[in-house]
């Protein structure tokens, strides 16, 4: 009873997850500039920055095609405009809508950094992630919910352009909201109504 209410919240939850991606990417479709490694690991399917105002916390989320703990070389780079002046240093590649003046790092070995701070980096599969304070990121003109972002992936162990393997999306959209307290109230709506399905079943099992 147990393990079968446990599994069910856990796809709900994934399912949730899964349809909180702000943009998706297509698979297998490396920078003709990249030089590096062509493991499922650097190919970027969707990916995900969203701002909570509650916590005044940012959420970086990045879904590749393959595992991605371990992967020698391994990195994704979310790239944030938060205002002022900003650099476009991607535009020889045909990526002129990438601009950014501030940089979040997470890799495959299970660090993270902004800058010089070090950031806690969660990996589960095929999925990495961190939760960031806003702290770390601060303003250089623009709203928190305002910064706009891209993420790519590179090879570390390749120099210049020829480390960049993906990016999702090739231009900035702006961070997503975490879901107000009504959506969560739905979700836990749903896992309630999952819970009363397996209660049923394991009676009749009885």
């Given amino acids: 009873m147990k393990k079968l209410l446990l599994k069910a919240l856990t796809v709900a939850g994934l399912a949730a997850a899964a349809n909180a991606y702000a943009i998706t ?44 703990s371990g992967v020698a070389g391994a990195a994704y780079v979310f790239g944030l405009d938060v205002g002022g002046s900003t650099n476009a240093p991607f535009a020889s590649v045909g990526l002129p809508g990438v601009t950014f003046n501030s ?34 990121l601060p303003s250089k003109g623009l709203a928190f919910k305002d910064y706009t972002w ?26 997503s909201a975490v879901p107000e307290a009504d959506s969560y109230a739905m979700l836990l709506a749903g896992l309630g109504m999952l819970g009363m399905v397996a209660r049923r079943r394991s009676r009749k099992t009885v």
């Fill in 103 to 136: 940089t979040v790092t997470l890799r495959a070995d299970g660090t993270g950094s902004i800058g010089a701070n070090a950031v806690t980096t969660h990996i589960v599969g095929n999925q990495i992630f961190s939760t960031v304070s806003a702290a770390l």
């Fill in 150 to 175: 891209t993420v790519w992936s590179i090879d570390n162990r390749v120099q210049g352009l020829g480390r960049l393997a993906d990016f999702a999306p090739d231009a900035n959209i702006t961070v």
């Fill in 25 to 68: 990417d297509a698979a297998n479709d490396f920078l003709s500039v990249y030089t590096g490694s062509h493991d499922a690991a650097f190919d970027v399917l969707s990916a995900d920055v969203a701002y909570n105002a509650a916590s005044n916390e940012f959420v970086f989320r990045t879904t590749a095609a393959g595992p991605i």
